[in-house]
Structures are given as structure tokens and as C-alpha cells.
């Protein structure tokens, strides 16, 4: 009878844990917030190696470490159309593997990761483009790209999917700062449509 009555309390206190869209995995201490789809650390960090894959049609950031699924994090771009990167001032996002090349605090953006673009593969796009005449002649590639957060008090630009970035990867600065604060400097990143 005891056991019946913990146990329904127990069962009762996680169906208010699910209303509250907060699940606790106990085994990995972390707190899984199931509306926005982000998973942040209490006790744990990710285990190397990390990797960042980017998915422009849902608008997520996943990190997996070497256990798999680590983290997912709502973000924008620059142009609507989600196109790939075709030469500079596009607004494009790039498309592709990268690394992660450097990271600093920001003085708008809070925190940045710049990404190693354009890489080769990035080149041999442009010039193939270029080759077919679907860019100008004096186009360049660009460069500049990476991931960052929004302007003070703008963390709605997420919310919103409004793309408003010249080419980079923007997240909320809360998100921004929580990625920032356990991906090292030359961590692959895959950007898809």
C-alpha cells in the first residue's frame, strides 16, 4: 500500500513536471525544456568530441558530443530565401563544413564563434558559379561568417524566425553564451538546408 502511494506521487509529480514542459533525465542531470527543444547542463558537460550541425529548413542548432545528442538551439540567418552563399553581400548563409576558428565576446552580438569560411570547398562553389556566369566576374566569396547572438534586447528576432544577420548564424544571447561557454576552438560545423 505504501508503495502504491509513493509510487503514485511519484507519477503525479512528473505529469506536473510535463505540464510545466521541464523533464529531468536523472541520469544525465540535465533539465530538458520540451517546448523550445533546449537541453541545458546542471552537473554534466558534453564529452568530447563536439560537432555543430546547423539545419536551416528547421531553423535548429544541434550539438552532439561523443555520447550523441548533446544540445538544440532556435536560430535565424540572413536572407528568407535560406539560399546557399554565393559571393559577398548575398546575406546568404553558407552551406558546408567548417570549423569553428576563433571566439570572442562581442561588443554587439555578446559572444561570436567565427567559423573558417569560405573553405575550399566554399572556393570551388564560387568558382564554378562564377564559371557559369550566375555570379559577376568581380564577385568575391566573402568572409566574416560565423555564430553569434543578437542585439541587446532583441532575443525576439529568434522567437520570430526573422533573419536578420548578413550571412551568420544568430542565436539568443542566453544560448549564445550557454554554447559559447563549452565549444572549443576548432569544432566541426555542418551546415544543411
Known sequence: MKTTVILSCLLAGSSMMLNTHNLIDASAT?????????????????????RIVIDKSSYEL??????????TYPVVFGNNSLEDKKME???????????????R??????????????????????????RRGEIPANASPGGGVGIHGTWPNEDFVIDRYK???????????????????????????TIRK
Open 30 to 50: 540535465k533539465v530538458v525544456k520540451t517546448g523550445a527543444t533546449k537541453r541545458t547542463s546542471f552537473k554534466t558537460m558534453p564529452v568530447a568530441p563536439l
Open 62 to 71: 544541434y550539438v552532439y558530443d561523443k555520447l550523441g545528442w548533446f544540445a
Open 89 to 103: 553581400g548575398d546575406r546568404n548563409t553558407p552551406e558546408g563544413n567548417f570549423k569553428i576558428s576563433n571566439k
Open 105 to 130: 565576446v562581442h561588443e554587439k552580438w555578446d559572444r561570436y564563434m567565427g567559423l573558417d569560411y569560405p573553405t575550399k570547398e566554399s572556393i570551388a562553389k564560387f568558382n564554378e558559379r562564377k
Open 163 to 189: 533573419n536578420w544577420t548578413n550571412g551568420c548564424i544568430s542565436l539568443k544571447n542566453e544560448d549564445v553564451e550557454d554554447l559559447y561557454s563549452y565549444v572549443p576552438v576548432g569544432t566541426p560545423v
